[in-house]
């Protein structure tokens, strides 16, 4: 086994992921305190080739020293936009046919190894603050919750741990 060369990776260029055909996924991220954690996701929104991700709230956006630490240039080819507060970001993503689900710990939630989603399906995630997570007021607007089965004490892992978790089972088909 050997690693494989950045020529033998065929990645693609700025030009060609912003004309590639995307996942219709779209991250929500609600009020992040942490910029790295932004760069984080917009990475691995990236890999995945995602819709987009809405910037929501105090959330920061690009260009930030932060951000583009952890992104790695992401922030420039995954599209993104940012709304005053979650609740313009629900509205639009219903108008857009989008089912939105809040990935957070809660009554009636779905353990992400039991959500029924089907490949092509226009879903958004929304991932809230590190320390409150996802706004009340924001999953009552949600289909649903999507839960991470944890059995640590912590029950909690760092938001872009978790998105990477829940968009890799969204996307591996």
Not at 42 to 61: N, S, W
Not at 124 to 147: D, L, M, P, W, Y
Not at 148 to 170: C, R, Y
Request: proline residues 2%; contains cysteine.
């Amino acid at each position: 086994m050997r690693k494989l060369s950045m020529d033998e990776l065929n990645r693609l260029t700025v030009a060609e992921f912003k004309q590639s055909k995307k996942i219709p996924v779209i991250v929500v991220l609600e009020n992040i305190r942490s910029a790295y954690n932004v760069g984080s996701v917009f990475r691995t929104a990236d890999a995945f080739l995602l819709e987009a991700i809405y910037i929501c709230g105090y959330t920061c956006t690009p260009p930030h020293k932060e951000i583009k630490k952890t992104a790695l240039g992401a922030e420039d080819t995954v599209a993104w936009k940012h709304f005053k507060n979650t609740n313009l970001a629900i509205h639009e993503l219903h108008e857009l046919g989008y089912t939105v689900y809040a990935v957070e710990q809660a009554e009636g939630s779905t353990l992400l190894n039991k959500v029924d989603y089907k490949t092509g399906d226009k879903v958004a995630v929304i991932f809230g603050n590190e320390v409150t997570g996802v706004e009340q007021s924001t999953i009552k607007q949600c289909a649903g919750c999507i839960e991470i089965p944890q059995a640590g004490m912590k029950h909690s892992l760092n938001i872009a741990t978790a998105a990477g978790v829940v968009l890799w089972e969204l996307v591996r088909g």
